[in-house]
């Protein structure tokens, strides 16, 4: 398809948006969707992403990336463009639950994630069978606290080999290291099973057991070297009671993970979410 | 403040938004927010509501709705301009249900309503008071289904005399005949007290007992002739379950109601809403 | 495990739940959870639900039921008991739309749907690889208009082999007709793609957009002679706005439906619904 | 009206709801709704609230009481009895965000809180008019954290002059010593503006937005000598995105923190609430 979509972020000045968009309509572009953002209109940073399409985008993209530099430097941009035919590389790590890989999955057959899904990287050969009979190479390498050097080598290599751009960690469980995370900067994206900040690090549904809220909840979030502290993308909740136990909490968790995890990865195969600062713009 | 939005609508093709930020731009005008939809690219209707600020806009506002012509033309669009300094002039009729105008006051007082509430009429006394207190007049017409032209004939003499620009039915409870309806096209507001398409018509709690609903709702929508069909502007639910009797429903009913029309009547006033056939673009 | 249900309905009274938990008290039953409602404390019809726990239930549940008739009978009660060592045998009807039976398959594989699922049929071979793998029967019986009586034969004959307790129709897209309904009574849970009564009937998601509707729903029901018109059990919406086109909707509405469904079926599954007139009570 | 209510907690064991049932039987009482739960059917706790009507309730209840003195000790029972004829005191504190007492205080003319509404004490003037125009006493008691002893002196004066039964903290920012505390257990219900154990402390909203959340809420707990750490009652939350600023936050927080305050205080006010450990179980 002849889509392109252009993320930008500058210090917000007048004439941007018409700069861009005259660029866009003297490539023969046509603007499908526009969407800005502006910290403040005085010295705040504006961030942009548009989605257009164009006749023969193909064979034109290295060409309006070549000439949106002269744009580009005028304002002090950074940008990128994506093109709809260059699907994203995208890995799945998981461990022995497999409730958020099975959606991932499921989304992915029925034409709801739009990526190529490379490889499944698992500590557990619980989800083998599932991943392999859709055909999706299947890595078991298992991972402790003791053998993490190794195993992230591993890891790393194959998301080299398989070139990786993005790399979701469906309930994987482990945590990784800073050379790990430096190698993909806002391109991890993990669900952690509470409402963040609230039961950051292990254990959250026992801890909201404990504490005795009415609302349990998950936070997609990308990954960074401060413990769940990453920039948020999606949350949700669902209400809870005094019935409700551990095991029950869980269960309703679980379908709560499932549908914030796959909005936080669509969203981002969709290149709609800028990362500024420690927070996201999801346009 | 030196605040102006401008929302256009013409056939969808390219260079629209080239032209129009290029425009802005060429004013002096820095773009705060700006939204757009095509119903379709090939073909399609263009919808664009573009919010700025621009030094000195008093002065030159004229001047810019003149310059504005020429690029409407080319592009064949409908138009205007608001600017903030001029406020909408509203009016809000009442019957004896007085939670949806007691959330209005509120969110006018608090600021977060930004209007000229220039007058309340009522078919009843009930809430004299407590709009003369704020100093708002208030006109008492005693309305019913008899006596109803002579009854819109008052009231649009009193909407011309404050030339109001916004009418909002706070559970009114009266139909307006077709020639008051005409003389405000999508300028008059109506809270009904269902899930629209549900319970259309009289009574939709009492239905919605009868009916055994798990959720009940309510609609925010502009009037047309045909009752409880035109275009719907907001909606919203809460769950009940099967021990409410339709007095749990009519009060769990009040707060939906009081939340659903406050979000419209905003967004009405923030020039949001473009309505297009018989639905809303809400930006 | 050594659990029972008991429900209640008969005309409201003093001392029926003194004597039903007497009656279980000298059973040597523990009560677990209870709930009760009634219509009207004054000449209304007072229901109950009660989960109990009884050492040696096996051995006793005939007596208990022998043993109770003397209260039922004071009281001019309709009762049923239950035993969770009994499951519930279900039959699944589906389509050529697979994600209402994928999530039933799911929860059902995690436990979380306690039944003995019998077979499954339908009117396509989509699904078969998917039921065949987990051991389920699957049959393949084409559906259409003209062959409604033969085919509505061959599935009773089934149901009557399987001893079916449960249909439930995920998305099966075919009327039935009052034979087949008048022989499962309360038995046949249907889902449909609207938040009834909005859009009974075809193609719900297409009305919905041309309605410009800012929410989308699903609803649960038992399956009455009246087309959508049953006992409803449980309903959801989540909100879209203009962008959504028909598509969208559809696929917003898949979750939708599969999570209305999953939780209408498990609490029929655990004896928590009760039918009255034409609504549930849902304990 | 003949209206009672009976809250009972004590370990469980087989028998209590016979026992109890039987004996409001015997007194001539009606059950009107029931609810129980068990923290564990073997060794656990067991809670029960049971709302009842007798006639000549008024006559009947110093009897009442005396007489399930014997069923008590039996079963070991912490119980209370309530009657709907002896309302209780309640006093609200706030500050200067006056959205809050608006709320309760227009509930409570609805007929919706039903309690009998004694006084308000603020540390500034802002709503002496409002609370005055509705007959209602107001102190003032400029409060900080210098004159914090003499303040509360002063208060809890009040609150025995006026046998307040039930405290309600509307935004009253600051935070009472555990002498006061002590006075009131679980008599002190508090609005805190996040989403606990989210932002504890003060300044909720800010960090809300430093975070990058996107869900705010709001919590009301049972005051207790550890700040925001008390059982809570009820949470509610709403979608926010990069677009709101602080006081964004804060304007949608405050619909938010006034629907959970008079939701927790309602139940309050029905004896529906439970404390056990640190936690609430409301029926």
New interface residues.
């Given amino acids: 398809k002849n889509r392109g979509r252009l993320l930008i972020n500058c210090a ?4 941007i ?2 700069a861009v ?2 660029f ?2 003297k490539q ?11 910290t403040d ?1 005085k010295e705040g940073t504006f961030f942009m992403r548009i989605e257009f ?1 164009c006749e023969g985008l193909k064979e034109k993209k290295s060409n309006v990336e070549e000439n949106f530099k002269e744009i580009a430097s005028t304002f002090g941009m950074e940008w990128s463009f994506t093109f709809s035919e260059e699907l994203k590389r995208t890995a799945i790590f998981v461990s022995k639950e497999l ?1 958020c890989l ?1 959606e991932l999955l ?1 989304e992915w057959q ?1 034409g ?1 994630l739009i990526t190529d899904l490379a490889l499944v990287i698992s500590n557990h050969e619980e989800c083998r069978e599932i991943v392999e009979s859709l055909g999706i190479p299947f890595y078991y390498i298992p991972a402790n606290k003791e053998n993490r050097p190794q195993v992230e080598k591993q890891q790393l290599e194959l998301l080299e080999k398989y070139e990786i751009d993005l790399i979701i960690l469906a309930r994987y469980m482990q945590i990784l290291t800073p050379t790990f995370v430096a190698q993909h900067p806002n391109q991890i994206i993990n669900i952690h099973h509470s ?5 950051v690090g292990a254990r959250p549904y026992e801890r909201a057991y404990q ?5 349990i ?1 998950a936070t997609s979030h990308y990954v960074t070297n401060d413990l769940d502290e990453g ?7 669902m209400r809870v ?3 409700a136990d551990v095991d029950s909490l869980k ?1 309703i968790g679980r ?1 709560i993970e499932r ?1 914030v995890l796959a909005r936080a990865v669509k969203w981002h195969l969709e290149d709609r979410i800028i990362v500024h600062q ?5 346009f």
């Avoid at 920039?231 to 909740?237: A, H, L, M, V």
């Avoid at 420690?278 to 999801?282: D, E, H, L």
């Fill in positions: 917000d000045q007048p004439g948006v018409a968009s005259d866009l309509y023969g572009a046509n603007i499908l969707e526009s969407s800005q953002y502006s209109p399409e409730h099975r499921w029925s709801d409402f963040l900040p609230a039961f504490r005795g809220v009415k609302l909840g920039p948020i993308i999606e949350q949700d909740i009671d005094h019935r269960k379908s549908s420690n927070k996201t713009i999801v």
